[in-house]
């Protein structure tokens, strides 16, 4: 690779199916690197694909990566830049097939490895993971992709590999790091768990854009200078938007994380010796990671179908909005008994987005959501939404609905599963063909919580008497989804220091949570405290019901949890607040 041997730099151009299309060229264009990582897969897309390969089995990638080739293959040629993206998804190899023959058709020589391996579909019976499996993928290693690299590969594309693997695959290969070299490895796997959703690092959702005047119109991808010892430093191409800040760098190592030990198929990363500094403008230094053996089994995610699902989301205006929506639920459980068409479940929310006087029509308004699920596409069709636009003319005063009748759509469920590493084939197919098996970690180690840290000493009294003010005037807040449950990470301003961390720890308890999420009450929560990151991580099981693609809430992802959480008031020393 083209760096000095002692830093290799990686850049991130995809944190998602989805994401910017032209970040593959602005990256490779935009400053140096050595090696261009792209994330395309998530439990959701894990679905969709799923789906595609069901229609043609010669699918199941993302073509998007395919299409960003056209430009990008030549540009990273010329730049000695390689590639490495899990856009392989359910079909690697024939990703692998069709990047050769995109090369061929541009005449741009490129040598193209992929990695395979983690499709266990045929494990599913033996499993014991159920009916109907669409889909079963293990999270895989780097490893392949440092064995595809050190064969002289120009791309790797992948299948399920964790996400941080994209980064400490590469790292492995350039360093010649052993499979036993834990701190070096749980570095890069945190310098990829900090690129790995793209522009979220570089101020992209960041809970104080606003405060901190971080301008996020167009902001840059990641790129993470990682040192022969692991240690990295996470910056942007120059003259690219938004910032790099130990605040943004902090949101995304909470993440989609859970308590202090971060476990991968190489590697468990210790979270709580995680240490960042400011190292100059848009530069911040990632340090002290301690690694750990990984545990001895690999996830396995699973995805199928879950049956079918529709909605009607009525709008309720002006004054009686209570009554109003009494009404039509009335009516409408009514005609859902009648006939005996009933759907399995019928769930109902009721939004008051309204407010009194309003000048705007729109501001007046509530929203009444139903919705409906079912094994069949007949009970949740358009005899349902139908019914509901049968009532136009009979019932609130203003009755209207935010679209026409529509029939119903498929909906999917996830859920984890457990597989010994030993038993999951792990296989780099090189660029000649050849194919390399890699083996499993010799050294694992079960994963088991860590010890609570010693909280702070508390807020002494001096700082005055409290008010009643949002938790987000002296916190950050990132959330995210892992399943069916989700995590909230709250981290305490960088201006505010040691105090506010001391208020935070003692004050933000898993019964405060329960207090100002009333939608959590009832529900398994589990706190984890890193005082390196002056941060608490939520744990929330099963708020998400069977996973994003069962969309189980409005907010299916918990993506905009931790901005809720951040706009609820609570009472704060007056001495912390700004």
């Known amino acids: 690779m083209s760096g000095a041997a002692d830093v290799l730099r990686v850049g991130n151009c995809s944190g998602f199916y989805g994401d910017r ?11 140096a690197l050595d090696v261009l990582t792209g994330d395309y897969l998530a ?7 799923g789906r595609d390969r069901l229609k043609d089995p010669a699918r199941g990638y993302a073509k998007t990566f395919l299409r960003q080739l056209e430009t990008g293959l030549g540009l990273a040629k010329d730049r000695g830049v390689r590639i490495v993206a899990n856009a392989g998804g359910l079909n690697p190899a024939g990703l692998a097939d069709a990047v050769r023959e995109l090369s061929e058709r541009t005449g741009v020589p490129a040598a193209v ?9 045929h494990r599913a019976p033996e499993g014991g993971w159920g ?21 002289g590969a120009d791309v790797v594309v992948t299948g399920r590999v964790t996400d941080a693997a994209l980064v400490s695959g590469a790292a492995a290969a350039h360093f010649g790091w052993a499979a036993d070299d834990w701190d070096a490895l749980a570095g890069a796997v945190v310098a990829g768990h900090v690129l790995e959703c793209g522009t979220q690092a570089t101020g992209g959702n960041y809970a104080f854009f606003a405060r901190e005047n971080i301008d996020v119109t167009r902001p840059g991808f990641p790129v993470a200078e990682v040192a022969r010892d692991g240690s990295a430093v996470i910056t942007k191409h120059p003259g690219t938007g938004g910032a790099v800040t130990p605040g943004t760098v902090t949101a995304q190592l909470l993440y989609e994380t859970a308590g202090a030990r971060y476990a991968g198929p190489d590697v468990t ?10 190292q100059g403008t848009d530069r911040v230094r990632v340090e002290g990671v301690r690694g750990e053996a990984p545990p001895p089994q690999l996830k396995v995610g699973l995805t199928r179908l879950g049956g079918w699902r529709n909605e009607t989301t009525f709008v309720l205006t002006g004054l009686d909005i209570e009554a109003k929506a009494a009404l039509v639920r009335r009516q409408m459980e009514a005609e859902l008994d009648a006939g005996g068409r009933r759907p399995a479940e019928v769930t109902w929310s009721l939004a008051r987005t309204d407010t009194p006087d309003a000048p705007v029509q729109e501001e007046a308004s509530a929203m009444l959501r139903m919705v409906v699920r079912d094994p069949s596409e007949e009970a949740v069709g358009r005899a349902v939404s139908g019914a509901a636009v049968e009532l136009a003319l009979g019932s609130f005063p203003g009755f209207h609905v935010t679209a026409p009748p529509g029939k119903g759509s498929p909906y999917g469920v996830f859920e984890a599963a457990w597989e010994d590493a030993e038993r999951v084939p792990h296989v780099a197919v090189l660029p000649d063909g050849r194919r390399t098996e890699i083996r ?23 700082y005055g008497p409290s008010r009643n003010v949002p938790l987000g005037t002296v916190a950050g807040a990132r959330s995210g989804d892992k399943g069916g449950s989700a995590n909230v ?12 961390w001391r208020w935070l720890a003692h004050s933000l308890t898993v019964d405060e949570l329960r207090r100002l999420l009333p939608e959590v009450r009832g529900l398994p929560v589990t706190r984890h405290v890193l005082p390196n990151l002056r941060a608490l991580n939520f744990v929330v099981d099963g708020l998400l019901g069977e996973g994003v693609a069962s969309q189980a809430r409005f907010d299916p992802q918990a993506k905009a949890l931790g901005e809720w959480l951040r706009s609820r008031h609570t009472d704060i020393p007056e001495g912390l607040l700004p």
């Open 489 to 500: 990470g709250v981290w305490v301003r960088g201006d505010l220091g040691e105090d506010a």
């Open 43 to 49: 439990e959701l897309t894990m679905l969709i694909l």
């Open 131 to 151: 009916e109907g499996v669409l889909t079963a993928n293990a999270y895989l290693g780097g490893g392949g992709i440092a064995e595809c690299l050190r064969a």
């Open 21 to 31: 299309f032209r970040a593959m060229e602005e990256m490779l264009t935009g400053g």
């Open 440 to 462: 499993a970690p010799h050294k694992t180690q079960a994963l088991a919580p860590v010890e609570e840290p010693r909280l702070p000493e508390p807020l002494p009294g001096s």
């Open 113 to 121: 490895a992929h990695v395979e391996g983690d499709d266990v579909m």
């Open 269 to 278: 990363a210790r979270l709580d010796s995680v240490r960042l500094a400011q």
